[in-house]
């Protein structure tokens, strides 16, 4: 069996004097969709913004064999590890355009401008709004936004943090199934923190479930779905 | 009756008033005055829109330019318009040393003690020229010949203004091109749109805010080598200027180049005619001010200021 493509070990993370993560280890194979779970202030954010040296962090984080602990966001980025913030990870003041040239940033070859267009195909309504600026698109069409703007960096991996956040269901519903197909076609290894735990469990291959800043429950997705002792104490659906 | 002493309370002569010349003539005055502090606050507008305050540290960082195009002219003897370049070079070279050491190791979304930081550098900079080079007034020479070639009695519109108003609609649209048109432009609005997405598209943020410490430097050279051909040199010299450029962005919208343009030209109009017409010499600096305070009261965002959307 080969390595796993995302490898977490002893990530601890802290912000000033008060520590979020202490110590989990969890992986991601290549391709795969992974979920992370759990309530709020257990460490789910914390745990994507540790993994892009967003936050001051311990342990050892190894991207395809490659340690990426103890590098800059700028040099993570450039080894293919896109991050979709929580709530707005647009550029307000630039327009859909923009922001999707800004997401390209990091890329010099020549389809940029073609990658833009099939996103524009994927999301019909940012292609409908290309001119407009990103903050004055609604609370969902930023979400989409935001995603297509981490892609357009070809991500090998994609952090993706409650993608489901302020959505109508039905367009929750939509976003999953673009990010599956994303996944099926490009092969894009992703890793998702979702409070719709029904849902991401329904998409994810793997699902690791944080507590207090620990990994307290790790296995495939649907044999975490299919417990019903597990899913009342930790999932609560 | 009430008008009469109106007008004599602020010493307003009808002569004055009727007298078309002196119009035109304080229209031009206005016109030369306000490009030169449209080119300095053009200079604040850069600072502002990549680090969203108001840097204090730029007029100074213009007058060690503008010291350093006088060495470069007067002593050194190269022709002014190279002189100017060659300081505008330096300047830049100064403010990204300036920002590597000094702002850097200050986390870029704390404004206020990056402000008080600028205000610092203000006084050490003022205060280095002032030992280094003295108090004494020199003049530098204008970029632009002397002479008028529009002239309608005492009504002048000089070469020097001319030049000057040239220089700076070149500035906006070289600038314009600059921030709408390459990467570095893009990573520049990025940053200074949203601190954390720039950093999370693989954008080195400390980089691009040198290089938009040094691009306003190297403006704020060029703003103070048109400003000071009209005044004379001397270590406080761009603190008056300031007040005026700041008033300047101030009703433009502190995030528009176009509106440091207009605002420059409607503050040296304003002015220029105020002082002519009400008399108002030893006011001239408090009509700067009155600008400041009226714009934030009626119109925080100046004229051509973007309002912030965001919807939530």
New interface residues.
Partial sequence: MSAPYLEVAGLKAAYGDIQVLHGIDFSVDEGQIAVILGANGAGKTTTLRALCAMVSTEGSVQLAGEELSGRRTADIVRRGVAHVPQGRGTFPDLSVEENLMAGAYVRSDADVRSDMEQWFETFPVLGERRTQTAGSLSGGEQQMLAIARALMLRPSLLLLDEPSLGLAPMITRSLFEQLTSINATAGTTMLVVEQNASLALGVADVAYVLEAGEVALSGPADELAADDSVRRAYLGY | MVLASVLGVFDISLDKLSNGELWLAQFFRGLSDGATYASVALALVMIYKSTGFINFAQGSLALLGVYLAYIFSVEQGLPVAVAVVCAMVASSAVAMFVERVFIRPFPPDHVLPLVIVTLGLLLIIDSAVGIVWGFRTRSLPSMFPSGAPIEWGIAQLTWRTIGNLGTVFAVVGLLYLLLSRT?IG??F??V???L??????????GPTLGFGWALAASIGTLGGALVVPELLLEPSIMLRVLIFSLAAAALGGLDSLVGAVIGGLVVGLARNLLVTFLDLSELALATAVAVILVVLLVRPTGLFG?T?????
């Fill in positions: 990467k893009l990573a609005r990025a200074s749109s949203n954390e997405s720039a950093r999370l598209v693989g954008i080195r943020v973007s912030r959307v965001e919807r939530v």
